[in-house]
C-alpha cells in the first residue's frame, strides 16, 4: 500500500490530485473490471495483485482524519 502512495508521489501526483480523481477511479464499473482483471491475473499466474485504488484513498483518508 505505501509503494503505491510512494510511486504516486514519485510520478508527481498530489494527493489533492488522487482525491479529486476519486470519482473518476471509484466508479463502479470502472472497479468491477479492475477486480476481474485481479482474479484473472491471480487465477493465471498465481500473482496477488495489490488492493484496489479506492481502498487505498480510503486509507489515505482516514490517515489524515487521524492526524
Known amino acids: ?3 503505491v ?3 504516486c508521489l ?10 479529486d ?3 473518476v477511479y471509484c466508479n463502479p464499473i470502472l472497479e468491477t473490471g479492475r477486480s476481474l482483471a ?13 488492493v484496489d ?6 486509507e489515505l483518508k482516514k490517515e489524515e482524519n487521524e492526524a
Request: aromatic letters at 0%; charged letters at 15%; proline letters at 3%.
Open 1 to 3: 500500500m505505501r509503494l
Open 10 to 19: 514519485l510520478s508527481g501526483c498530489t494527493l489533492q490530485q488522487i482525491r
Open 38 to 50: 485481479r482474479a484473472g491475473l491471480t487465477a493465471v499466474t498465481g500473482i496477488h495483485a495489490p
Open 21 to 23: 480523481a476519486e470519482v
Open 53 to 58: 485504488v479506492c481502498q487505498t484513498i480510503e
Open 5 to 7: 502512495i510512494l510511486a
